[in-house]
């Protein structure tokens, strides 16, 4: 069965430094979804992307973030300049056709230090 | 406001036992799409069972079954036969609206299936 991948799995970074995050989704998928974890509590929705450009974002996607699909295949989610806030496991997702229904990546897990 | 609430943050049952996880939503529109997920310690978040609100009949997936309640606003999660590979979070999640794009998650309930 197809699956979302996402590297790397665990990134650290200091405070101030860029970091890229990287999905692959299944190959048939159209819509592109970034979420996040901060630890221990509820998943939070960070932007949609389709036909290459955002659909939706929420308050927490700001000037920081960005997403992009570089070579027409993996997906990306760029933040510019790490604050020690933005710790926690970022989920990729994709779905086929209707957005309704999503597969999630395993996650990465990245430390602001 | 469209939120979920899982009034729940801790179950455990015995191995073999049925479960019953409680989710309710807000939301004022008729059309929008229910889920829950599965969250084991590895943190992959694992689509576990869907729920159209158009349709009456209640979804089953296995041993997963709900009961979607569109009047009250209720989507529980009825876990049979419970296994140890049930434990997990599982967190309640719906998009609120035809069209939208975003999944708007419950703070999930840690369940623990004891042998």
């Known amino acids: 069965e197809p699956e979302v991948t996402q590297t790397p799995s665990h990134q650290v970074t200091q405070m101030g430094q860029e970091v890229i995050l990287r999905c692959v989704p299944i190959s048939n998928h159209l819509y592109f979804y970034w979420y996040r974890q901060i630890l221990g509590q509820k998943v939070e929705f960070l932007v949609s992307f389709y036909n290459n450009e955002i659909s939706e974002k929420s308050e927490i996607f700001d000037d920081q973030f960005s997403v992009e699909r570089p070579d027409g295949s993996n997906f990306t989610l760029k933040i510019r300049s790490t604050k020690l806030e933005d710790s926690a496991m970022y989920f990729c997702?994709?779905?086929?056709?209707?957005?309704?229904?999503?597969?999630f990546g395993p996650g990465t897990r990245l430390t602001v230090t | 406001a469209q939120t979920v609430t899982q009034s729940q943050p801790e179950m455990s049952v015995q191995e073999a036992e049925t479960v019953t996880l409680s989710c309710t939503y807000d939301?004022?529109?008729?059309?929008?799409?229910l889920f829950w997920y599965k969250q084991p310690p590895s943190r992959q978040m694992i689509l576990v069972i869907r729920q159209e609100a158009y349709k009456q009949q209640n979804a089953t997936e296995n041993r997963f079954s709900v009961n979607f309640q569109k009047a009250a606003k209720s989507f529980s999660l009825k876990i049979s036969d419970s296994q140890l590979g049930d434990t997990a979070m599982y967190f309640c999640a719906f998009i609120p609206f035809q069209g939208a794009q975003k999944l708007v998650f419950g703070q999930g309930t840690r369940l623990t299936i004891n042998p």
């Open positions: 939301t004022s529109e008729n059309n929008y799409y």
């Open positions: 997702a994709n779905s086929q056709n209707a957005p309704y229904e999503q597969y």
